[in-house]
């Protein structure tokens, strides 16, 4: 099958979004599939809306209007499955599910990456007949447990977090209570906490050990220098950064909140206001916790099979009459999506090397 995903692959730290897109398309291209990004080829079997809002920091290449454009004038019966990794209550934003909810009707199938995150959609009234979950998973060849560190209790607790967002809801309240643990007496010869990622300057962070964004093999290797893993993030849909840590062995104090539980419960320990009673337990009991993380059932081989298997039903069982598109029109459109595919690659090589430039100036210039 030919399968376009909405997105741009960007190489190097961002969002779990683009791990997603990076990750299926090597499945499906290693299963004999098809992937390209865009819209500018006729025979497309299947669409795959990852973000249908249309901003800057996206990796976006098209919305749910211009796949509406594509069935109209190109082939009616392209099969649309739309992701949804997003809503308003993650970060306070007003206007994402309404919008979300419309960009569904487009779609045949409705993919979450929680339960959690579903039964908001369906509460605002998502068709339940055309909705399901696949949990997300990361790369096991990259996120394992070969080289965990050893676990010394005499030793200071090395203790881990990371993400690409320093949205507040990310969790810093508690990593700021952190940072304070490691001021009192009880704690600061016990604990060492680690944030990798983008941060902000407003954040008590004194006492953590700031890392700057790591991707793929050296963030796997700098995880498997800790021993427990924290995750914080408020109405997180899903997230990777709990599920790359618990595949690389650690186990997870998770916040009882949003998806997270669906991937962390069995996998370590939740809390509510009482993180250091559950910190505190679990480094009494690490062992054990630690034992668990041989089980963990979730990387991104899996999700992926989901996925790919999702897609061929919906396209074994597509009777979906079509007419003829009109023939000009339909040139008329593919023109003008290659001509639009020549412009973003064009622009992104080009910021490409312009960011490679400062970055080998800033490493001259610093020895």
């Not at 211009?66 to 109209?72: M, S, V």
Request: with cysteine.
């Amino acid at each position: 099958m030919k399968v376009s995903i909405g997105s741009r692959v960007v190489e190097g730290p961002w969002g779990g979004g683009n791990l997603f897109v990076r990750n299926l398309s090597k499945y499906l291209i290693d299963n004999g599939h098809k992937v390209i990004y865009d819209l500018s080829e006729p025979d497309i079997d299947l669409i795959v809306l990852t973000d249908p809002r249309s901003r800057k920091e996206s990796t976006s290449t098209y919305n749910h209007e211009e796949i509406e454009k594509y069935k109209k004038h190109v082939k009616e019966n392209t099969i649309v499955v739309q992701r949804v990794n997003e809503c308003d209550e993650r970060k306070g934003t007003k206007n994402i599910n309404q919008f979300y909810l419309k960009a569904s009707n487009v779609a045949d199938h409705v993919i979450f990456v929680s339960s959690w995150l579903e039964g908001i959609y369906l509460g605002l009234g998502m068709d339940n007949e055309k909705t399901s979950v696949i949990l997300s998973g990361s790369d096991e060849q990259i996120f394992n447990d070969y080289g965990l560190a050893d676990f010394d209790k005499s030793k200071k607790i090395k203790i881990l977090t990371h993400h690409w967002s320093s949205n507040r809801n990310k969790g810093f309240d508690i990593y700021e209570f952190i940072n304070k643990l490691i001021d009192t007496k009880k704690w600061k010869d016990r604990l060492e906490f680690t944030y990798i990622g983008n941060t902000s300057d407003e954040y008590d962070l004194n006492n953590t050990k700031l890392i700057k964004p790591l991707a793929g093999k050296e963030l796997s290797n700098e995880i498997k220098k800790h021993h427990i893993y924290v995750t914080a993030s408020i109405n997180e849909p899903s997230g990777n950064h709990h599920i790359e840590a618990a595949q690389c062995g650690l186990p997870i104090l998770y916040i009882e909140s949003g998806g997270i539980p669906e991937y962390c419960k069995g996998f370590g320990l939740g809390f509510t206001d009482d993180f250091e009673k559950k910190l505190e337990l679990m480094i009494d009991n690490y062992e054990q916790y630690r034992a668990q993380m041989k089980d963990y059932p979730f990387n991104s081989k899996i999700m992926c099979k989901d996925y790919l298997g999702l897609f061929t039903d919906l396209i074994e069982n597509n009777n979906y009459e079509t007419g003829r598109p009109n023939t000009l029109f339909k040139l008329i459109y593919l023109t003008k999506q290659k001509f639009i595919k020549i412009a973003r690659d064009q622009l992104y090589f080009k910021i490409k090397k312009i960011i490679g430039n400062i970055l080998r100036k800033v490493i001259r210039k610093n020895g």
